[in-house]
């Protein structure tokens, strides 16, 4: 089993302030806020991004499930041809 931790925890750990992330990830502190705090999903480019910042593996941060009552379906277009 992998020890997880939120992605605002992994910020906190690398002793980074969210406008000091943000910036560095390449969003703005808002954006950061709305991944932190699950409104909104954190591409996976970006994430990968956050973890090599946070210096922690990706696999050990724990992402929010996001429920905005939609379905993506280009998502699961292009999931399904994988």
Do not use: C
């Not at 000091?20 to 502190?29: D, P, S």
């Not at 973890?51 to 990706?58: D, N, V």
């Not at 050990?60 to 379905?71: A, K, T």
């Amino acid at each position: 089993m992998v020890f997880q931790i939120s992605l605002k925890a992994a910020r906190v750990n690398a002793d980074l302030e969210q406008e000091e992330a943000a910036k560095e990830i390449g969003v703005t502190a808002k954006t950061l806020s709305n991944y932190e705090r699950g409104i909104t999903a954190i591409p996976g480019h970006l994430l990968k991004k956050a973890a090599k910042i946070y210096k922690i593996p990706e696999e050990n941060i724990r992402l929010p499930i996001v429920d905005d009552g939609e379905y993506d379906d280009e998502f699961f277009l292009h999931a399904s041809t994988v």
